[in-house]
């Protein structure tokens, strides 16, 4: 799977472009777009600027899209997802029977 960094990145927009690293010849001299929606992680899907990344490539008719993209930590493995933070169950999600009923 190809590795790269990202370009740059808007967020306002989602989309940006990402660089192959120089190891993949064939990728050389392309911007790879990059779509939000392909970022695989959890939360608000986001990417900077000079952030190393992992990604499959898919052609589009301009040029091609870096699609199943993991950022990568600073050791070029896939960063943990953020944790969720887990809602508070309110009183009747806890205990249907004892909610009120009018």
């Known amino acids: 799977m ?3 960094k990202v370009k740059w990145f808007n967020n306002a927009k989602g989309y940006g472009f990402i660089i192959a690293d120089e190891a993949y010849p064939e990728l050389a001299n392309e ?3 990059v779509h939000f929606s ?3 992680m959890e939360g608000y899907k986001t990417l900077k ?3 190393r990344v992992q990604f499959e490539t898919q052609p589009s008719g301009k040029g091609l899209h870096a699609v199943q993209i ?3 930590d600073d050791d070029g493995k896939p960063a943990t997802p ?3 933070e887990s809602r508070q ?3 009747t999600e806890q205990e249907p ?3 009120l009923h009018i």
């Open 31 to 33: 911007d790879l777009f």
């Open 89 to 91: 169950e309110t009183e």
């Open 2 to 4: 190809p590795q790269g």
């Open 82 to 84: 953020p944790v969720q």
């Open 49 to 51: 600027a000079g952030q």
């Open 70 to 72: 993991i950022p990568l």
């Open 38 to 40: 392909s970022i695989q």
């Open 97 to 99: 029977d004892k909610a």
